[in-house]
T-cell receptor, first 113, second 113 residues
Framework: ETGVTQTPRHLVMGMTNKKSLKCEQH?????MYWYKQSAKKPLELMFV???????ENNSVPSRFSPECPNSSHLFLHLHTLQPEDSALYLC????????????FGPGTRLTVT | AQSVAQPEDQVNVAEGNPLTVKCTYS??????LFWYVQYPNRGLQFLLK??????LVKGSYGFEAEFNKSQTSFHLKKPSALVSDSALYFC???????????FGAGTILRVKS
């Protein structure tokens, strides 16, 4: 459980606010991921970073802005969000050459009011 | 494109009875298949995987899954359910290029005493 940590665990923000989600992994991995989890929908992969370089961006709105300063840290900067962006945001990490061996953090429950 | 389908939104089982959570897949090439579990307010945890070898794969917490190529299925099973098994279960497949996982919508498992 402590391999991948996420802060904050819960966040309530207005549509005009700017906030950031933080993810940190202590597993020595070199790939990190952001997912969005909404009720009764498949997990949506948002961003993939490999060796601190963004390798995938699945048509995510620009109000979500990722940042990966090093292989252990991943941020998701949020601004001018919409109520439909309310969801659980999950971070994961893996070895770069074994993307299927992902370890997940506990998630940040985001509510946009 | 690689995909998995979980046909049941929810499965209800009495404690002590066997359980099955269904997953079917559609892939080009050899499938890499996975099961993850998500307990309330937690991130996803890896349960088991099939890459090659025996069709019956054993994983964590007494779970197993049977790979069936002719039926393109990878159902999760446990001989005797526990109340503590109640959670959200995700089936996943490695994408064609190997750099990400594609998840199903998830199945809620409720085990009642």
């Amino acid at each position: 459980e402590t391999g991948v940590t996420q802060t904050p665990r819960h966040l309530v923000m207005g549509m005009t606010n700017k906030k950031s989600l933080k993810c940190e992994q202590h597993l020595g991995h070199n790939a990190m991921y952001w997912y969005k989890q909404s009720a009764k929908k498949p997990l949506e992969l948002m961003f993939v970073y490999s060796l601190e370089e963004r390798v995938e961006n699945n048509s995510v709105p620009s109000r979500f802005s990722p940042e990966c300063p090093n292989s252990s840290h991943l941020f998701l900067h949020l601004h001018t969000l919409q109520p439909e962006d309310s969801a659980l945001y999950l971070c994961a990490s893996s070895p770069r050459d074994r993307a299927y061996e992902q370890y997940f953090g506990p998630g940040t429950r985001l509510t946009v009011t | 494109a690689q995909s998995v389908a979980q046909p049941e939104d929810q499965v209800n089982v009495a404690e002590g009875n066997p359980l099955t959570v269904k997953c079917t897949y559609s892939v080009s090439g050899n499938p890499y298949l996975f099961w993850y579990v998500q307990y309330p307010n937690r991130g996803l945890q890896f349960l088991l995987k099939y890459i090659t070898g025996d069709n019956l794969v054993k994983g964590s917490y007494g779970f197993e899954a049977e790979f069936n190529k002719s039926q393109t299925s990878f159902h999760l099973k446990k001989p005797s359910a526990l109340v503590s098994d109640s959670a959200l279960y995700f089936c996943a497949v490695r994408d064609k290029y190997g750099n990400k996982l594609v998840f199903g919508a998830g199945t809620i498992l409720r085990v009642k005493s």
